[in-house]
């Protein structure tokens, strides 16, 4: 039985494919990104007159999509940008077909706040190309949080009197 070299203990890695960007994933970091993008998305929805007619209409799916990311990153520190973007937009297309689906009793919950927030109201193919948006930028910003913490960790290694990029 072959046995794992990762230890329990150690900080969950997150990649792409390749071990240059590989680097601790920092939960707290994530959880407050995802706060931040959830004011976001709840902003986008109040004050939509405010926004281009091109983010009022889909900014709210693309961060949806991103939130549904930055959870996934939360909960399941292992997988790597691309397999979290994966599973994202799996879940936000899931979520987007599921409104096809109508009985009174779901119906009423997408009639609450809440409920629309999470399940939608009605089925639209231009909300999926918003979901990869979302998706995508949720794969730069690991690449970002990656890059940042590995100039972080190079500036450790960096003689005395020189000041760190960080």
Request: charged share 15%; glycine share 8%.
């Amino acid at each position: 039985m072959a046995r794992s070299s990762v230890r329990p203990d150690q900080p969950a890695v997150s990649s792409l494919r390749s071990d240059r960007l590989a680097v601790p994933r920092r939960r707290s970091i994530y959880r407050l990104l995802l706060v931040g993008v959830i004011l976001l998305g709840l902003g986008s929805r109040r004050y939509s007159y405010l926004l281009p007619h091109l983010l009022k209409k889909n900014a709210g799916d693309a961060l949806w999509a991103l939130a549904v990311f930055l959870v996934l990153a939360i909960l399941l520190p292992r997988p790597g940008a691309i397999q979290l973007a994966a599973m994202a937009f799996a879940i936000s297309i899931f979520d987007e077909f599921s409104q096809l689906y109508h009985t009174p009793w779901l119906d009423g919950i997408r009639g609450t706040f809440v409920g629309h927030l999470f399940l939608g109201s009605g089925f639209s193919w231009s909300d999926i190309g918003c979901y990869a948006v979302g998706s995508a930028i949720g794969i730069l910003l690991e690449i970002s949080l990656a890059l940042s913490a590995r100039r972080c960790r190079s500036a450790i290694l960096n003689p005395p009197g020189r000041k760190p990029p960080c």
